[in-house]
């Protein structure tokens, strides 16, 4: 029965033990033969200066300054790209802070802790795969044609700067510092639900950004599965973030220039189903 849940949906290693690891002690990571490198490695403390409490307490807070610096993005006056792009930035510099102060890591760790690390192949191909229902729906729903015209480039660049910045703070929030922080202490399955469902209930700030993108009870719905999907390919990754930065920001693309969740959700199904053949390829390998 365990062998046919998969790694995603496990709460230990391969090896029987849980997902914890001891402060000063870095876990190696396994070497396989053909070296394909999609392992699913437990977080390590490299770089911290201290145990830090429970992280739920600095989640809490990092998401209280979110909800606020995102509720007067919603409610400012002026263009709205570049207030979407600075607000963003806003929050990666105070996660980034976050990070540093509350969670002991050393400022020279902080960009690799939340995930900006090289990832396997195999994740990329995962990522590249769930990536294109949202593209497909961009092209379909006319995000092109929505730039407006005479004043088309200017607009699409400042709209893909706040597409940026809103994939890399949504990721590296949820996935590289709420969902590998408490995979400290927790398994996947704990991890990755209190992931998603943060995820989910921050989304209709993230959607009201966009006019025409009304958060509605279907995206925050399609949301919880992709948040799931999303911890089950950044763990596959090795911690990586640039595979799920992908996923998200043709989704978040799809929901702000064509007002469709679906691509979430497709998405969502193709990352989970994809991370589960990696895995029993894995197994039979093995």
Not at 46 to 62: D, E, L, S, W
Not at 154 to 159: C, D, K, R, T, Y
Request: aromatic share 10%; proline share 7%.
């Amino acid at each position: 029965m365990k062998n046919a849940r998969g790694t995603f949906l496990r709460s230990e290693r391969p090896d029987g033990e849980p997902w914890r690891v001891r402060i000063g002690v870095p876990e190696a990571r396994p070497v396989r033969d053909d070296d394909t490198r999609c392992e699913l490695p437990a977080p390590t403390d490299q770089g911290r200066v201290y145990n830090p409490p429970h992280p739920i307490f600095a989640i809490a807070f990092v998401y209280a300054v979110s909800i606020g610096l995102l509720w007067g993005a919603t409610s400012g006056a002026g263009a709205a790209s570049p207030r979407f792009a600075v607000t963003f930035a806003a929050l990666v510099v105070c996660l980034l802070a976050a990070v540093h102060w509350l969670e002991g890591v050393q400022a020279s760790h902080l960009a690799a802790k939340l995930g900006a690390v090289r990832a396997p192949a195999c994740a990329w191909w995962v990522a590249g795969v769930a990536a294109l229902p949202g593209l497909a729906w961009c092209v379909g729903g006319g995000a092109l044609r929505q730039a407006g015209p005479g004043n088309a480039w200017p607009s699409l660049v400042l709209g893909a700067l706040a597409l940026a910045a809103a994939s890399i703070w949504t990721e590296a929030f949820f996935r590289g510092f709420a969902f590998r922080a408490l995979m400290r202490r927790h398994g996947f399955l704990f991890s990755a639900a209190v992931s998603s469902v943060l995820g989910g209930a921050i989304l209709p700030f993230v959607l009201a950004l966009r006019a025409g993108s009304a958060p509605t009870i279907l995206s925050i719905a399609c949301e919880l599965p992709l948040g799931f999907a999303l911890c089950a390919l950044f763990a596959m990754s090795g911690m990586s973030l640039g595979p799920g930065l992908c996923v998200r920001a043709s989704v978040l693309a799809a929901a702000w220039w064509a007002a469709s969740a679906w691509p979430a959700l497709v998405g969502a199904v193709i990352v989970l189903v994809l991370v589960r053949a990696t895995d029993a390829r894995r197994a039979r390998e093995a």
